[in-house]
Antibody, heavy 119, light 107 residues
Framework: QVQLQESGPGLVKPSETLSLTCIVS????????WHWIRQPPGEGLEWIGY???????YYNPSLMSRVTIAVDTSNNQFSLRLSSVTAADTAVYYC?????????????WGQGALVTVSS | EIVMTQSPATLSVSPGERATLSCRAS??????LAWYQQKPGQAPRLLMY???TRATGIPARFSGSGSGTEFTLTISSLQSEDFALYYC?????????FGGGTKVEIK
């Protein structure tokens, strides 16, 4: 059974960089697309971007200037960096796996990591 | 960007009754739509993809229909574990987008 687990600081100061890691267990990171999605408290879901295990990426244009997603296949994990954060970036951040059919919906999700942006 | 609109925002239903949730897209999606269920403090769970195909392990009381811009998720006989938030997601165009959600609550 594939499991995803987000980790990283729960509190980030405004203007700094948010960094999260998603560790994949129970399966290989190879051969799949890996996504980040976030959910502000009490709000809906916003797709952030994806990385393929080979390293190719695609980001939401609304966040593109501030987002970097990287993969570490040797440790079966991938990461998210979001720069110049503001209070609007406060959210639960989820990592998720794209289902292997080739279509961009998600069959496995992490439990989510709450990141609060505050001084 | 495709805007996804879900209605109603909240649906009050008695256990055993039918629930019908709607999702509308600002552009045609063909059948490239997924539904997720989310319970408090949990990650979303994939219910449906291709508008009408149940994901692995999803009970038959969940059904999906629609194509183009209008989609429906139906829960035929609500069980206690079905009271939750439901989101639709389009994957026809980039960026991927989600609806605002429908909360199914106990009447």
């Amino acid at each position: 059974q594939v499991q995803l687990q987000e980790s990283g600081p729960g509190l980030v100061k405004p203007s700094e960089t948010l960094s999260l890691t998603c560790i994949v267990s129970g399966g290989s990171i190879s051969g799949y697309y890996w996504h980040w999605i976030r959910q502000p408290p009490g709000e809906g879901l916003e797709w952030i971007g994806y990385i393929y295990y080979s390293g190719s990426t695609y980001y939401n244009p609304s966040l593109m200037s501030r987002v970097t997603i990287a993969v570490d296949t040797s440790n079966n994990q991938f990461s998210l960096r979001l720069s110049s954060v503001t209070a609007a970036d406060t959210a639960v951040y989820y990592c998720a796996r794209r289902e292997n059919s080739g279509w961009n919906y998600f069959d496995y999700w992490g439990q989510g990591a709450l990141v609060t942006v505050s001084s | 960007e495709i805007v996804m609109t879900q209605s109603p925002a909240t649906l009050s239903v008695s256990p055993g009754e039918r629930a019908t949730l709607s999702c509308r897209a600002s552009q045609s999606l063909s059948s490239n739509l997924a539904w997720y269920q989310q319970k408090p403090g949990q990650a979303p769970r994939l219910l449906m993809y291709g508008a009408s195909t149940r994901a692995t392990g999803i009970p038959a009381r969940f059904s999906g229909s629609g194509s183009g811009t209008e989609f429906t998720l139906t829960i035929s006989s609500l069980q206690s574990e079905d009271f939750a938030l439901y989101y639709c997601q389009q994957y026809n165009n980039w960026p991927l987008t989600f609806g605002g959600g429908t909360k199914v609550e106990i009447k």
